[in-house]
């Protein structure tokens, strides 16, 4: 008897260990730990409010600055970072980034470090998919011989973190593999969800809604019968949803695709002729795009009212950058081009002019040759 219970109490202690104590796991590298590599930074208040969102530029002449502009265009102020490549990724109100790559010099303070994540609408909490252990999601690959490896998967966990570094693990979902892994299509503090999914060589399936608070299930059947190929997109406060041609799925000709209001899955338009690209901040309209000429160097962009399927603005431009202003039906829609770079050897520099088009699809230029963030 003494012995069966050693037994059990070996097995139990192999299964807490997981995987990493399996012996068909020998020669992977170990899952890793937690590694925050990311800088919360809380932007001056007198660049960026509540009431007074920012969106941002890089500074043509000088790599290592960002340059914050209002919406209407006034540049409000600046922030100085330590390296020239970086990537930056504002909160939708510009109060808050999260700097990868470098540290934050002037123009605000830093919160905190965390590991990259999907902004929760609070600028105070991220969603994002780590190992279980709450370290990177990765695949790993052992060697077996000088010209052979063999990969596998990691298994993925959701994670709820604050700008100051703590977290909350909600539910294991999916795993890291070589074509893809688990994504985070929305995350709102203020409705208490999120909307995931798997990722496959940029398809995505599984999708289910989450209650931040628990990690409970609150739908695990979102959307229904849509038109047009396999696209995904989700509104950032997660109330719409959009299957059928969406950004990076088209379908030549035949581009299409249902919104439906989640997680009741109540239709509320079909568009024919045209893909998703981006839900306004309120709801009310969707932004539209299509390729011209048989290619994605000009497309057709579209804002169409949703109640009314109405398209109330369209522009043949280059793809560039497309923003939603915080609370309204406004988007910034901007035009790309590529210019030989005057300081890189062989290289070319990128370049913006945008576009603000408002809720009543009126449009103006509002700022001329800027250079994109990323």
């Known amino acids: 008897m003494r012995q069966r219970a050693l037994l059990l109490w070996i ?17 992977y590298p170990p899952i890793p730990g ?18 007074h969102p920012v969106f941002y530029y890089r500074d043509a002449q000088n ?7 209002d919406w209407s265009g006034t540049l409000r102020g600046s922030l100085a970072v330590s390296a020239s490549e970086f990537s930056a990724t504002p909160s939708a109100d510009g109060r808050f980034l999260l700097l990868m790559g470098a540290h934050l010099v002037s123009g605000g303070q830093v919160l905190g470090r965390v590991s990259p994540g999907t902004w929760a609408g609070d600028g105070v909490h991220l969603c994002t998919f780590l190992n279980h252990l709450g370290g990177p999601g990765q695949p790993r690959t052992r060697q077996l011989s ?3 490896f063999e990969g596998i998967d990691t298994p993925a966990t959701l994670f709820y973190e604050s ?26 503090a203020a409705k208490d969800r999120a909307v995931i999914g798997g990722s496959f060589v940029g398809s995505i399936s599984g999708l289910a809604m989450i209650r931040l608070s628990d990690g409970h299930a609150i739908s695990q059947q979102l959307g229904a019968s849509h038109r047009g190929p396999e696209g995904t997109l989700v509104s950032p406060d997660a109330s719409l949803l959009a299957l059928g041609s969406t950004g990076g799925v ?3 000709g035949g581009d299409a695709f249902t919104v439906f209001r989640i997680p009741s899955n109540e239709v509320v338009a079909q568009i024919a002729g045209s ?52 609370g309204t039906g406004e988007f910034l829609v901007a035009s790309r081009t590529h210019e030989l770079s005057r300081t890189r050897v062989n290289s070319t520099d990128t370049f913006e002019d945008v576009w603000l088009v408002s809720a009543d699809g009126s449009a103006r230029l509002l700022l001329k040759h800027a250079a994109p963030l990323q």
């Open 146 to 148: 000088a010209n052979s």
């Open 250 to 252: 088209s379908m030549p």
């Open 11 to 27: 097995l139990a202690a192999w299964a807490l260990a997981g995987c990493q104590g399996n012996p068909t796991y020998a020669g």
């Open 34 to 51: 937690p590694a925050p590599d990311t800088e919360v930074v809380a932007v001056s208040p007198e660049i960026a409010a509540a009431d």
């Open 163 to 188: 700008v100051a570094g703590e977290r909350r693990r909600l539910l294991d979902y999916g795993e890291f593999g070589p074509h893809g892994g688990p994504a985070v299509l929305a995350c709102n």
């Open 63 to 69: 790599p290592n600055r960002l340059l914050a502009y």
């Open 275 to 326: 893909g998703a690209d981006a839900f306004s901040a309120d709801d009310t309209k969707v932004l539209t795009v299509e390729d011209v000429g048989g290619s994605n160097e000009h497309q057709q962009y579209q804002v169409i009212d949703l109640a009314t399927g109405r398209s109330i603005w369209n522009a043949v431009l280059s793809p560039g950058t497309v923003l939603t202003r915080p």
